[in-house]
């Protein structure tokens, strides 16, 4: 016999239902309430409708044929006002219907949050197509947008509001955007790259009211910035809409609760999708709801199923953003950390290992990999085979079969490779073999990649099939032979897990030597004494000669001794030391440098230690000009004699070389002072470099004037001597705490970006006070001369060890 | 025959660091290595000259400090594309003294 099955909400997830009953040839009258005006489409798919890419009509899962094919008695545009249990009956505004089965699919409602003028025209939530193209509407007015809700939902809104022309702020309540799916340091590189978008990114920002008073003309947060907003989106999350269940006194938790059969309290009511509690788990994601509607369906059957949460990973759909998130990623004891970071390229992979198991993986700039971490996370595969290469996924693991460009250069030319425009591989191989040999080309050409982004790596795949050896895929570089590991993990894990000896990094780190190599160990010791200046000691032996002997090198394996002059001052007094000590160890060359200082070269190693007594006798100290570190600061004369100085560059110059002398560097540092435009002192090319003008400096950073030939970049414009030292140690620390090793500045600012190096340094206050402090910190102990302490403690080391041809002439 | 002489200590030399003696044939660089290990060769990188005694030591080997050869402070080979070889010499360390062989050096000076 027929029976009569009433389903109220034609979402996803009772659409799913009514497929598989229809599929499988269930004997049911159907009755499909729905309050919205239509059917069943696909709500994923909002967003791209929102921003313009997709229209309703492509989002349509269940058109008016389909169900009429069905026999489906649609009542769309009609609220349920009543379930009544005892009759078995669902009371709807035009009547009511009969059923020997309910199936309860009422979905969720967004969460408002309550705050004055949370009513008012011009504020709406977003979770249908009616919320969507209310949105739309307000867009073509053009003007201002606030989003509140930086999660999946609320960033979606925001890209498509800003496509379609609006200024969009989002505000967020947390310290990162999408805390749930993301850790920060993906968190930042989304933020970045939407701000780098035009769309404005508030965290931590508590909203206190909406202001307005006809409609919504602005947003005012807690800690009184007030944003404009002639449309106001809430997306900060959802509830269960449970309303219906908690009348007919069904038992409903957060949602309603359902078994493992998807039945409720009442044997003849079902429920589905995000209205439901399962476990104590509400869902909100596509997957489980398919395999709960898979469940019900057989449930309604009479066949026997159980539905089994499984984990699901998130992939954002905001266009461009590359963005994979899934597992548990939270930092706690016994939680190992693999991670990947290019910022040249933005990139950013983690992943968490438990005990030999992937138990989280988050990705953003290249999610290529992600199904593949996604699978491991869910069998539980073991992963200590492989744990040297897992992060850079499948194609590193051998096997033919993982090797995803083999599986593309299998694909056939018809296969779809972009799914958000419909490009298939035939068409991306035709524009490569046409040209375009970029990533950017295909894209300009085909749209492949253009949209949600999430097929970037296929395409890049493609790309590499295609042009086999033209076609170079970035790849990670490590340190060194010793590790597998980059210079970026080295460092980040030197601070996250606090690693305060060369030992305790090979060990924590799994160096592959027992000692490292002399790549690896320079670079090591330098970020150890950077980042932990009290408790690390500095490692001579892990210096290359010219830092442990403190002069540099020459081929004939003498050293050249340069003595400092402070901002390229001397006097008579020192000229004479000078020369009295070029004389006395029989200097063959006596040079003056281009960064202004005298250089003694052909000193023989052994003198090393008298003739730096000798020097240090007449006030000269070490110039460090052989030192990953601050070697000179070059200057004009400035306004003591020069009748074009604007300020005392000369005495600047003094004052950033006092400050600065001594201190380790990720590679040399070199500095400028100039009076004037006229720039003679050279400022424009060096690391830092100072020009004075009359209304105070000019400071600019990461020139070059060596392989590379580089004008530096204006840092700020400030008006005082002290501003300018200010800003000139924080930057110097800034690149100190974050650069790789042998990177001069130039090479730190082009991956990290000019404008992530000013918000720290200029425009946060507090930051680069926290800077100075820290690089103060390490000057109370680097900053000593070593020559002095050498001719005091190590003289013996620069003397050979035996004369064995003086005894055998005895 | 073997005619073993004490040079100095072995806490004379640095670990994973080296010293020089001068010998009629040259300097010799006497390096001790992180374990304690003492190995003496030729401080005469065969590609430029370059003064061993000033390479980074790591393991068994030494990096030159000119251009970056490598060494093995075992055999004296030079390691990876790199071709070339660095005469050695006989060391030991006895208690905390380190011994070279003396007949060795004068052999070669001699020679």
Redesign the interface.
Same mark, same amino acid.
């Given at each position: 016999m027929t029976q009569k099955l009433v389903v109220i909400g034609a979402g996803m997830a009772s659409g799913r239902v009514l497929e598989h009953l229809f599929e499988a040839g269930a004997d049911y009258d159907v009755t499909l309430f729905n309050a919205e005006p239509r059917g069943n489409y696909n709500r994923i798919m909002l967003s791209p409708v929102l921003s313009g890419d997709k229209t309703y009509e492509e989002i349509v899962t269940h058109d008016h044929a389909w169900y009429a094919a069905h026999g489906v008695a649609c009542r769309f545009s009609e609220h349920v006002v009543k379930i009544d249990r005892d009759r078995k009956i669902v009371v709807g505004e035009n009547g009511e219907v009969a059923y020997d089965k309910l199936l309860i699919a009422t979905g969720s409602a967004p969460f408002i949050i309550p705050v004055a003028g949370k009513d008012l025209p011009g504020v709406i939530s977003y979770r249908d197509l009616d919320d969507a193209n209310a949105m739309i509407g307000a867009a073509a007015m053009g003007g201002s947008a606030v989003v509140i809700g930086g999660g999946l939902l609320g960033l979606e809104a925001a890209a498509g509001l800003k496509n379609r022309g609006m200024d969009v702020t989002v505000i967020h309540l947390m310290g990162h955007l999408m805390e749930r799916q993301l850790d920060p340091s993906a968190g930042y590189l989304l933020q970045r790259e939407l701000e780098q978008r035009g769309i404005k990114v508030h965290c931590k920002g508590a909203t206190k009211a909406i202001l307005g008073h006809d409609r919504a003309e602005a947003v005012l947060l807690e800690d009184g910035t007030v944003y404009p907003a002639d449309l106001v989106v809430m997306a900060v999350g959802i509830r269960p809409e449970t309303r219906l269940a908690v009348d007919a006194h069904l038992e409903v938790a957060r949602g309603i609760v359902v078994s493992d059969q998807m039945v409720t309290s009442d044997p003849d009511v079902l429920a589905v999708g995000e209205c439901v509690e399962h476990d104590g788990q509400l869902f909100g994601l596509v997957a489980p709801l398919y395999d709960q509607a898979k469940v019900v369906a057989r449930t309604l059957q009479a066949e026997p199923a159980a539905f089994r949460p499984v984990q699901t990973a998130t992939k954002l759909k905001v266009t461009g953003c590359d963005l994979f998130s899934a597992g548990d990623f939270a930092e706690a004891e016994g939680r190992e950390d693999i991670v990947f970071r290019d910022p040249a390229r933005g990139l950013y992979k983690r992943l968490v290992i438990e005990r030999d198991r992937l138990i989280g993986a988050v990705m953003y700039g290249d999610t290529a990999d992600g199904n593949w971490f996604f699978g491991l996370i869910k069998d539980g595969t073991e992963i200590e085979a492989m744990r040297e290469t897992l992060i850079f996924g499948p194609a590193y693991q051998g096997g033919a079969a993982m090797d995803p460009t083999a599986a593309v250069a299998a694909l056939p030319a018809d296969a779809e490779i972009c799914g958000c425009n419909g490009v298939c591989k035939g068409r991306i191989v035709e524009a490569i073999t046409g040209g375009a040999t970029t990533l950017d080309a295909v894209r300009a050409q085909t749209k492949a990649s253009g949209s949600c982004g999430t097929c970037t790596g296929l395409v890049e795949q493609v790309l590499a099939v295609t042009l086999g050896d033209d076609f170079v895929m970035p790849a990670a570089k490590p340190v060194c032979a010793c590790t597998e590991l980059t210079h970026e993990d080295v460092r980040r894990m030197i601070k996250s897990q606090e690693l305060k000896s060369m030992a305790a990094v090979m060990q924590e780190l799994g160096w592959k030597?027992?000692?490292?190599?002399?790549v690896c @160990? +320079?670079a090591l010791n330098f970020y150890l004494l950077a980042d932990w200046p009290l408790d690390y000691q500095d490692d +001579?032996?892990?210096?290359?000669?010219n830092e @442990?002997?403190h002069a540099n090198?020459q081929?004939?394996?003498t050293f050249s001794v340069v003595p400092r002059m402070w901002g390229g001052l001397t006097n008579p007094r020192e000229l004479r030391a000078i020369a009295d000590a070029a004389e006395k160890y029989n200097v063959p060359t006596v040079k003056v440098t281009g960064g202004q200082r005298i250089d003694l070269l052909g000193v023989r190693?052994e003198d090393l230690p008298a003739i730096w007594a000798d020097l240090n006798r007449a006030g000269l100290v070490s110039g460090h000009a052989y030192s990953k570190g601050l070697r000179t600061v070059k200057t004009c004369v400035g306004t003591d004699h020069c009748r074009f100085g604007t300020q005392d560059s000369t005495g600047l110059g003094v004052k950033l070389e006092k400050a600065l002398w001594g201190s380790w560097t990720p590679h040399k540092v070199k500095l400028a002072v100039s009076g004037c435009p006229r720039n003679c002192a050279e400022a424009t090319c060096k690391d830092v470099g100072i020009v004075c003008v009359d209304s105070g400096y000019q400071i600019g950073v990461g020139g070059a004037a060596g392989m590379d030939v580089k004008e530096t970049e204006r840092l700020a414009d400030v008006k005082t001597e002290e501003e300018a030292i200010a800003l000139t140690i924080a930057f110097v620390q800034l690149y100190r705490e974050n650069a790789k090793y042998l990177d001069r500045p130039y090479k730190f600012i082009a991956k990290v970006g000019l404008d992530w190096v000013k918000a720290r340094v200029v425009d946060d206050v507090a930051n680069r006070a926290a800077l100075i402090e820290r690089f103060q910190l390490s000057q109370s102990v680097y900053q000593k001369d070593p020559w002095a302490e050498h001719v005091e403690t190590e003289r $013996? @080391?620069y003397v050979?060890? $035996?004369?064995?041809?003086l005894? $055998?002439a005895e | 025959m073997t005619t073993w002489?004490d040079?100095?200590s072995l806490e004379?030399? =640095?670990?994973?660091?080296a010293?020089?003696?001068?010998? /009629?044939m040259g300097?010799v660089a &006497?390096f001790r290595t992180?374990r304690d290990e003492v190995f003496a060769l030729s401080d005469r990188c065969p590609h430029?000259?370059? =003064?061993l005694s000033?390479?980074? &030591?790591?393991?068994k080997?030494v990096?030159c =400090?000119?251009h970056?050869w490598?060494f093995s402070l075992e055999t004296g080979q030079a390691q990876g594309a790199d071709e070339g070889l660095v005469p050695t010499y006989p060391a030991r360390v006895e208690g905390s003294r380190i011994l070279l062989d /003396?007949t060795q050096? /004068?052999r070669r000076?001699a020679a």
């Amino acid at each position: 016999m027929t029976q009569k099955l009433v389903v109220i909400g034609a979402g996803m997830a009772s659409g799913r239902v009514l497929e598989h009953l229809f599929e499988a040839g269930a004997d049911y009258d159907v009755t499909l309430f729905n309050a919205e005006p239509r059917g069943n489409y696909n709500r994923i798919m909002l967003s791209p409708v929102l921003s313009g890419d997709k229209t309703y009509e492509e989002i349509v899962t269940h058109d008016h044929a389909w169900y009429a094919a069905h026999g489906v008695a649609c009542r769309f545009s009609e609220h349920v006002v009543k379930i009544d249990r005892d009759r078995k009956i669902v009371v709807g505004e035009n009547g009511e219907v009969a059923y020997d089965k309910l199936l309860i699919a009422t979905g969720s409602a967004p969460f408002i949050i309550p705050v004055a003028g949370k009513d008012l025209p011009g504020v709406i939530s977003y979770r249908d197509l009616d919320d969507a193209n209310a949105m739309i509407g307000a867009a073509a007015m053009g003007g201002s947008a606030v989003v509140i809700g930086g999660g999946l939902l609320g960033l979606e809104a925001a890209a498509g509001l800003k496509n379609r022309g609006m200024d969009v702020t989002v505000i967020h309540l947390m310290g990162h955007l999408m805390e749930r799916q993301l850790d920060p340091s993906a968190g930042y590189l989304l933020q970045r790259e939407l701000e780098q978008r035009g769309i404005k990114v508030h965290c931590k920002g508590a909203t206190k009211a909406i202001l307005g008073h006809d409609r919504a003309e602005a947003v005012l947060l807690e800690d009184g910035t007030v944003y404009p907003a002639d449309l106001v989106v809430m997306a900060v999350g959802i509830r269960p809409e449970t309303r219906l269940a908690v009348d007919a006194h069904l038992e409903v938790a957060r949602g309603i609760v359902v078994s493992d059969q998807m039945v409720t309290s009442d044997p003849d009511v079902l429920a589905v999708g995000e209205c439901v509690e399962h476990d104590g788990q509400l869902f909100g994601l596509v997957a489980p709801l398919y395999d709960q509607a898979k469940v019900v369906a057989r449930t309604l059957q009479a066949e026997p199923a159980a539905f089994r949460p499984v984990q699901t990973a998130t992939k954002l759909k905001v266009t461009g953003c590359d963005l994979f998130s899934a597992g548990d990623f939270a930092e706690a004891e016994g939680r190992e950390d693999i991670v990947f970071r290019d910022p040249a390229r933005g990139l950013y992979k983690r992943l968490v290992i438990e005990r030999d198991r992937l138990i989280g993986a988050v990705m953003y700039g290249d999610t290529a990999d992600g199904n593949w971490f996604f699978g491991l996370i869910k069998d539980g595969t073991e992963i200590e085979a492989m744990r040297e290469t897992l992060i850079f996924g499948p194609a590193y693991q051998g096997g033919a079969a993982m090797d995803p460009t083999a599986a593309v250069a299998a694909l056939p030319a018809d296969a779809e490779i972009c799914g958000c425009n419909g490009v298939c591989k035939g068409r991306i191989v035709e524009a490569i073999t046409g040209g375009a040999t970029t990533l950017d080309a295909v894209r300009a050409q085909t749209k492949a990649s253009g949209s949600c982004g999430t097929c970037t790596g296929l395409v890049e795949q493609v790309l590499a099939v295609t042009l086999g050896d033209d076609f170079v895929m970035p790849a990670a570089k490590p340190v060194c032979a010793c590790t597998e590991l980059t210079h970026e993990d080295v460092r980040r894990m030197i601070k996250s897990q606090e690693l305060k000896s060369m030992a305790a990094v090979m060990q924590e780190l799994g160096w592959k030597t027992s000692c490292g190599c002399h790549v690896c @160990r +320079p670079a090591l010791n330098f970020y150890l004494l950077a980042d932990w200046p009290l408790d690390y000691q500095d490692d +001579p032996q892990s210096r290359f000669v010219n830092e @442990r002997k403190h002069a540099n090198i020459q081929k004939d394996g003498t050293f050249s001794v340069v003595p400092r002059m402070w901002g390229g001052l001397t006097n008579p007094r020192e000229l004479r030391a000078i020369a009295d000590a070029a004389e006395k160890y029989n200097v063959p060359t006596v040079k003056v440098t281009g960064g202004q200082r005298i250089d003694l070269l052909g000193v023989r190693g052994e003198d090393l230690p008298a003739i730096w007594a000798d020097l240090n006798r007449a006030g000269l100290v070490s110039g460090h000009a052989y030192s990953k570190g601050l070697r000179t600061v070059k200057t004009c004369v400035g306004t003591d004699h020069c009748r074009f100085g604007t300020q005392d560059s000369t005495g600047l110059g003094v004052k950033l070389e006092k400050a600065l002398w001594g201190s380790w560097t990720p590679h040399k540092v070199k500095l400028a002072v100039s009076g004037c435009p006229r720039n003679c002192a050279e400022a424009t090319c060096k690391d830092v470099g100072i020009v004075c003008v009359d209304s105070g400096y000019q400071i600019g950073v990461g020139g070059a004037a060596g392989m590379d030939v580089k004008e530096t970049e204006r840092l700020a414009d400030v008006k005082t001597e002290e501003e300018a030292i200010a800003l000139t140690i924080a930057f110097v620390q800034l690149y100190r705490e974050n650069a790789k090793y042998l990177d001069r500045p130039y090479k730190f600012i082009a991956k990290v970006g000019l404008d992530w190096v000013k918000a720290r340094v200029v425009d946060d206050v507090a930051n680069r006070a926290a800077l100075i402090e820290r690089f103060q910190l390490s000057q109370s102990v680097y900053q000593k001369d070593p020559w002095a302490e050498h001719v005091e403690t190590e003289r $013996a @080391r620069y003397v050979p060890l $035996a004369n064995l041809m003086l005894e $055998a002439a005895e | 025959m073997t005619t073993w002489i004490d040079i100095g200590s072995l806490e004379d030399i =640095p670990q994973r660091g080296a010293r020089v003696v001068k010998t /009629a044939m040259g300097c010799v660089a &006497v390096f001790r290595t992180a374990r304690d290990e003492v190995f003496a060769l030729s401080d005469r990188c065969p590609h430029k000259g370059g =003064p061993l005694s000033e390479g980074i &030591v790591h393991g068994k080997s030494v990096t030159c =400090p000119l251009h970056n050869w490598v060494f093995s402070l075992e055999t004296g080979q030079a390691q990876g594309a790199d071709e070339g070889l660095v005469p050695t010499y006989p060391a030991r360390v006895e208690g905390s003294r380190i011994l070279l062989d /003396a007949t060795q050096l /004068a052999r070669r000076s001699a020679a």
